[in-house]
C-alpha cells in the first residue's frame, strides 16, 4: 500500500482499483512547479485536515471515486496542520479563500475550479483533463 496510502485512509475496497499518485505539497516554491505544469495538464490539489472527520470522510470518498489515468493529471495533498503557511500561499496565489477540505483545480496557471467539504464530489475530474 505505501506510505501515502497508510496515512492518507486509502480505501481497500475500492471498486475502481486506482490509487491515487499524490505528490505531497510541503514547499510554497513548489507552486511555482505547479502552476507550471498547469500549461501542460491539468494539476489538482487537496487540501485536508488530518484532525478534522469531515475531511477524513470526503478523502476517502474522493479516492473511491478515483478513476483517471496518472498521465491525465497530477495531484498534490497538502495536510493543512503540517504545512499551513503553504496553504496560506495557495490561497494568495490563486485567490480562493481557505477551506478544509478543499479541491482545486489548475489549468493554464489558473484555478478553474474548486469546492469545499461535500461539495468536492461534484467536480468531475475528466472535464478538466
Request: charge should be negative; charged fraction near 20%; include cysteine.
Amino acid at each position: 500500500m505505501g506510505l501515502f496510502g497508510n496515512f492518507f485512509g486509502k480505501n481497500e475496497n475500492s471498486d475502481n482499483g486506482k490509487d491515487i499518485p499524490w505528490i505531497s505539497l510541503e514547499h510554497k516554491d513548489q507552486l511555482e512547479v505547479l502552476t507550471e505544469n498547469s500549461k501542460t495538464r491539468p494539476q489538482a490539489i487537496f487540501k485536508h485536515s488530518t484532525t478534522c472527520g469531515v475531511s477524513r470522510m470526503v478523502l476517502n470518498m474522493f479516492n473511491s471515486s478515483y478513476g483517471l489515468e496518472p498521465s491525465q493529471m497530477d495531484f498534490y495533498f497538502l495536510d493543512l496542520h503540517a504545512n499551513r503557511e503553504v496553504s496560506n500561499k495557495v490561497a494568495e496565489t490563486f485567490q480562493v479563500m481557505h477551506q478544509s477540505p478543499q479541491l482545486l483545480i489548475v489549468k493554464n496557471g489558473v484555478v478553474v475550479a474548486h469546492d469545499s467539504h461535500g461539495g468536492i464530489s461534484e467536480i468531475k475530474l475528466e472535464q478538466y483533463i
